[in-house]
């Protein structure tokens, strides 16, 4: 039977339906002419059809008398007209219904860029609550205002809300961006939160950099899950990772925050003893800031804990910062004389170390060279603060507080007078 | 005739006025009215629906590669900017009318740092599109302000603003941007207009201390500009805004030395102790160092709560401790930052104080200065090479503080260098002064006892030329050598003695020192310290009337050239006229006629040594290259000369005649009588020649005829009673001719 009815319909209804009109109310028409014709065959029939007719007159006819009737029969001819149209039309219908919620959603996205977060929130709230059909062109048009709308609430701090929006959107075929959102976003929602178990956030974060292994957000969880349980190595590791996919705009402070953290893992493997390990933390600053002191300056630290001031000293004085020569000046005065002034300024060769060299003198007592570096020190410097502040306490060192009184009133003086001109 | 009753006019009730509702009541009350108005609304709603759904699908359908671009925008939002930054761009080339793509494709641009390329989206957006947006000026701002333009990005932030100006992101940008471009009074109107745009919380606290700073930078301009009102009334507001802040003290303190002075506030803040001030939160500038602390300056912050100690502390009190500031915004920085945490200039760090972190070109050196080891002084020393330059100037000053120090070096340059090199270390010695004479003799020695041939002059020259040129303040350094045995040492002390010019001080010299040494310094002394001493000379001195008449002492030209500022003129010309004509005084008068200081003594003291100076005076009065006035001097000793001066003036006509002759011939004529005799001698006394030949040779000769011309000239009775017994002598005829012609007065003779 199903053969023969597929022989028929395309051997004998497609030459029919090809000759057939395209309009489909002329096409309607053409199917009902040959039912009518058939039913005025039969009389018997059409008096049924007729008395029909009159009864439905006779039931119209009294709601025509009052004005509700009226009404009423106008409604009810509206309704059944829709009801056809809609019958007669779904299929745009709901082509017009997936285009419709798809522009609302461009309107919501153009409002979200426009950076109206008002009109675009309401707007991506009505495309969440579509259940109609999905646009052929975007069909994760509700799964994007899902996620639009989370982003939104995050902003807002509203991280319970959210993760509302978060659980709405339907994982399964979502392409790869919005999979890297959901992804992105619901690990900050849940960091955020802070209820949901560190294992927890710790495992999907780790699947999240799994698949997306190049995602600062999601390498920046981690850091902090990191961070919040004390594990400095691994924040290192993520650090490193996020200075070096971070984008332009914000990567150089991220290096900066690399580095810092590399200072801080440093200081701390310094003071729990552990030298080989702020060694080899060292050397990373040094390859993360070829140009910086950090590095050097985290060495010296490393000579210094373990007695070496020769070698601490010099790479202090290499770095030709002010922090080496701040770390210098420290050292010192925990250590006085542990280097000849001669060697001290060898490796230390700023006139900066001209001002150590001279309390080192100071202290150990050798007034007049003392005296003769602060002279060297003061003509190559000037009258800094930091200029007069150390050699106001070499002149105390000597025995010269009344200098050093002057010497100081005088910085202070020259730092409240008006400029010469 | 009766009339009908006519019926009685009731009166009319008075008719209420339909109101509204009543009036719509029976209108809606009319068939077919409810319904058509029903009709309509029906109508209209399905319309205003259709129009709606219309307009949304329309807007999804005029969207060209739509997938592309909402995911590029989640990219965007996501910070997958290399990704949204492609879909983006891909969606303009299919919908370049997609301005939000547009919008959006510019900020990530911009994020990604590629700032030119935002700019250039924001504009085609604003000048091609002609998009009044708000939100992209603001963009178009930032792009601007990536690109280094903070001062237009500010300005077209502003303008946007004005349209939008609740946008609290807007107002936080023109806040960065003027602080980068570190116009702070801009920024200060822009942050207050932030300020008033947030809630309570920490962005606004934060913003409140960072306000405060701009406020107090804007205060520290006005008092560098001189408006003290104007910055205390800014030092006010900051207060107000943030009390704690460290920028304050500074301004307060200067504002305060404005009033109460600078000299007192400085007093009052250097003596102020930082353990009670700090704990009373004023400000101080500790000065103290710590007993405990190494010796650190201690310094503390009003407002700190406590001391902070620095192991190099500047007056923190006052400054901040921060070493770097950023050169946009002048805040405070940490470390050298790449990018400005409060204005994000880049790259924006600079040292507080630069020059202690500059490099030293020479350790080494410095080292050697701090020591004053001979490496230095020798460094110094070659610097005064460098004539002209800083370095010159700067070892000048130094080797001057170094004193003793330095002698040897500069006495071992002096000695071997020349030119001007051998003078700048001389010049400096002598600056020095006489405290350095032990350590000068002690050099000299030490060089003396270096050197393996003793070929040419030693230090010592040096050395004694230094000493001559002090004063009576070196007597007390000097008393050491006479108890020196060294030759050079005697040397340089008889010099010294005589470099003072005090005949007195001199006398310990001649007690202790032998003459023949004393003569053979006063005979190697420089002429004007020579001539210096000869001054100081009284009537009856030792000197004048012994040690100066010494045959030995060969000074006499000193002796003529201290005449003139001589305390008393008369001794020396004593003592040169007891001298007698010497050839070097002889020599010195004759050249002291030319001196118009000196012309009179000398030709006083020529006159007075008489004949034996006559003849060189002649040939000094002969001499084509003086001058008329000396000429005349001379003439004048001459004639003063008498019979002596006019023999040596007769023998002094040459065989030929001469311009010459006139003068010598009107020098006799002056002399008169006294030259006749001598005149008849020297026309007598044959020449060897004629002596010889016996009568061969002419007598007659220019000599005899310049001498027949005088005597005639002179016309008086010796001398014509000389020319009649000399034509009566006379056997040449051309001789008697001329004898005869002077007789007669006949003047001029032909050959």
């Known amino acids: 039977m199903g053969k023969i009815g597929s022989v028929v319909r395309k051997g004998l209804w497609a030459p029919i339906k090809a000759i057939l009109p395209k309009n489909p109310w002329l096409r309607v028409l053409v199917y009902a002419l040959p039912i009518v014709l058939v039913l005025a065959l039969f009389g018997p029939a059409l008096d049924v059809v007729l008395r029909l007719v009159d009864l439905v007159i006779r039931v119209i006819e009294p709601l025509l008398q009052t004005t509700i009737g009226r009404i009423l029969l106008m409604l009810v001819v509206v309704t059944i007209t829709a009801l056809l149209l809609f019958w007669l039309l779904r299929r745009r219908v709901r082509e017009m219904r997936a285009e419709a919620t798809l522009g609302r959603h461009l309107q919501a996205t153009a409002a979200l860029v426009g950076l109206d977060r008002r009109k675009s929130r309401d707007l991506f709230r009505r495309v969440a609550r579509y259940r109609g059909p999905l646009p052929d062109r975007y069909p994760h048009v509700v799964q994007d205002a899902n996620l639009k709308l989370a982003r939104q609430s995050l902003d807002r701090n509203k991280v319970d809300e959210a993760l509302g929006w978060l659980a709405r959107v339907v994982e399964p075929g979502l392409p790869k961006e919005l999979s890297r959102s959901l992804l992105q976003l619901r690990l900050e929602a849940l960091r955020r939160q802070g209820e949901v178990l560190p294992a927890t956030l710790r495992r999907e974060a780790e699947q999240a950099v799994v698949r997306f292994p190049e995602d600062v957000n999601m390498l920046a969880v981690l850091r902090d899950l990191s961070e919040s349980e004390g594990k400095a190595q691994e924040v290192l590791k993520w650090q490193e990772k996020i200075a070096k996919h971070a984008p332009p705009a914000t990567r150089v402070r991220e290096r900066q925050r690399y580095v810092d953290a590399l200072v801080a893992a440093g200081q701390r493997a310094l003071q729990g003893g552990e030298v080989d390990a702020a060694k080899k933390i060292a050397k990373r600053l040094q390859k993360a800031e070829p140009d910086g002191a950090s590095g050097k300056l985290l060495l010296g630290d490393v000579h210094r804990a373990a007695g070496e001031f020769r070698q601490a000293v010099r790479l202090y004085g290499s770095t030709a910062s002010p922090t080496g020569l701040d770390r210098i000046a420290e050292l010192l005065g925990e250590n006085p004389g542990v280097i000849e002034p001669r060697e001290l300024l060898a490796n230390c060769p700023m006139q900066g170390g001209l001002l150590l060299v001279a309390r080192e003198l100071a202290r150990a007592g050798e007034y007049q060279r003392a005296e003769r570096a602060a002279r060297v020190a003061a003509e190559s410097l000037g009258p800094t603060p930091t200029v007069c502040a150390v050699l106001a306490e070499v002149l105390d060192l000597l025995g010269q507080e009344q200098k050093a009184q002057l010497l100081r009133e005088q910085t202070v003086a020259r730092l409240l007078s008006p400029p010469a001109n | ?130 998009v009044e947006s708000g939100e992209n000026d603001l963009m178009l701002a930032q792009s601007l302000l990536g690109a280094g333009l903070p001062i237009e990005a500010a ?496 023998d002094g006509f040459g065989p030929e005649p001469t311009m010459l002759d006139d003068r010598l011939r009107e020098l006799l004529v002056i002399i008169g009588d006294l030259a006749v005799e001598p005149m008849s001698a020297a026309y007598e006394r044959s020449g060897w020649l004629e002596k010889v030949t016996a009568g061969l040779i002419r007598r007659l000769n220019n000599r005899r005829v310049q001498i027949a011309r005088a005597l005639g000239d002179l016309g008086t009775k010796p001398a014509h009673k000389a020319l009649k017994l000399l034509h009566k002598r006379e056997k040449d005829d051309n001789l008697r001719l001329h004898l005869q012609r002077a007789l007669h007065g006949q003047g001029e003779v032909d050959g």
């Open chain 2, 1 to 130: 005739m009766s009339f009908p009753s006519l019926p009685v006019q009731q009166p009319e009730a008075p008719v209420e006025p339909e109101t509204f509702w009543q009036w719509l009541y029976s209108m809606c009350s009319e068939p077919g009215v409810i319904e058509i108005l029903l009709s309509t609304v029906i109508v209209v709603t399905i319309v205003f629906i259709w129009w709606r759904l219309a307009g949304l699908v329309k807007n999804a359908r005029a969207r060209e590669a739509l997938s592309d671009y909402l995911l590029g925008v989640e990219q965007a939002l996501q910070g997958n900017l290399a990704g949204a930054e492609k879909r983006l761009s891909k969606v303009l080339q299919q919908d370049p009318e997609n301005h939000y793509a547009r919008l959006l494709l510019g900020k990530v641009l911009s994020e990604l740092g590629q700032a030119e390329q935002a700019h250039q989206q924001h504009l085609y957006l604003q000048r091609a599109f002609e």
């Open chain 2, 155 to 650: 300005e077209v932030a502003e303008r946007a603003l004005q349209r939008m100006p609740q946008n609290v992101l807007g107002w936080q940008f023109v806040y960065r941007a003027r602080l980068q471009n570190g116009d702070h009074e801009a920024a200060v109107r822009s942050g207050k207009k932030l300020l008033s745009l947030l809630h309570n919380g920490p962005e606004r606290d934060k913003l409140r201390q960072d306000l405060a700073r701009t406020v107090a930078e804007v205060g520290t301009l006005r008092w560098l500009q001189g408006d003290a009102r104007l910055a205390l009334q800014s030092a006010k507001e900051a207060e107000g805004l943030d009390a704690s802040l460290q920028r304050l003290p500074l301004l307060s303190a200067r504002l305060q030395a404005h009033e109460e002075g600078v000299e007192a506030m400085a007093r009052q803040l250097s003596m102020a102790n930082p353990e009670t001030v700090a704990a009373a939160g004023a400000l101080v500038v500790g000065g103290k160092p710590e007993p405990s602390g190494g010796g650190e300056v201690a310094v503390v912050a009003q407002g700190d709560g406590g001391a902070t100690k620095l192991p190099m502390a500047t007056f923190a009190g006052l400054l901040e401790s921060s070493r770097w500031s950023c050169q946009a915004c002048r805040g405070p920085l940490e470390r050298d930052v790449a990018q400005c945490p409060r204005c994000g200039a880049c790259d924006p760090a600079v040292l507080v104080e630069p020059n202690l972190v500059e490099s030293i070109d020479s350790p080494t050196e410095a080292m050697d200065r701090i020591d004053v080891n001979d490496a230095h002084v020798q460094r110094l020393v070659r610097s005064l090479g460098d004539e002209g330059s800083e370095a010159h100037g700067d070892a000048h000053r130094e080797l001057m503080h170094l004193g003793e120090r330095a002698v040897d070096e500069l006495l071992r340059t002096a000695w071997k260098a020349s030119g001007r090199f051998h003078d700048d270390a001389i010049m400096i010695l002598r600056e020095m002064g006489p405290t350095i004479a032990p350590a000068l003799f002690r050099a000299s020695d030490s060089i003396g006892k270096q050197r393996l041939l003793a070929v040419g002059s030693g230090p010592e020259a040096i050395v004694g030329r230094i000493v001559q040129s002090y004063d009576r303040e070196a007597l007390p350094h000097m008393q050491a050598l006479f108890a020196s045995s060294r030759p050079d040492h005697r040397r340089i002390l008889i010099d010294y003695f005589l470099g003072l010019g005090d005949v007195v001080a001199f006398q310990s010299v001649l007690e202790r020192f032998p003459p023949m040494e004393i003569l053979h310094r006063l005979n190697h002394a420089e002429p004007e310290v020579l001539t210096r001493f000869l001054e100081a000379i009284p009537r009856g001195h030792f000197l004048a009337d012994s040690l100066l008449l010494e045959p030995t002492f060969y000074r006499d030209d000193a002796l003529l050239a201290a005449v003139r500022d001589s305390d008393d003129p008369e001794v020396l010309v004593q003592v040169m006229l007891a001298r007698g004509p010497t050839r070097n005084l002889t020599t010195g008068l004759i050249e002291g006629v030319a001196d118009d200081g000196l012309a009179a003594t000398s030709q006083r003291v020529l006159e007075e040594l008489g004949a034996p100076v006559l003849e060189h005076v002649l040939a000094a009065f002969a001499d084509p290259d003086s001058t008329e006035q000396v000429q005349k001097r001379l003439a004048r000793v001459l004639v003063r000369g008498g019979a002596d001066a006019a023999a040596h003036i007769a």
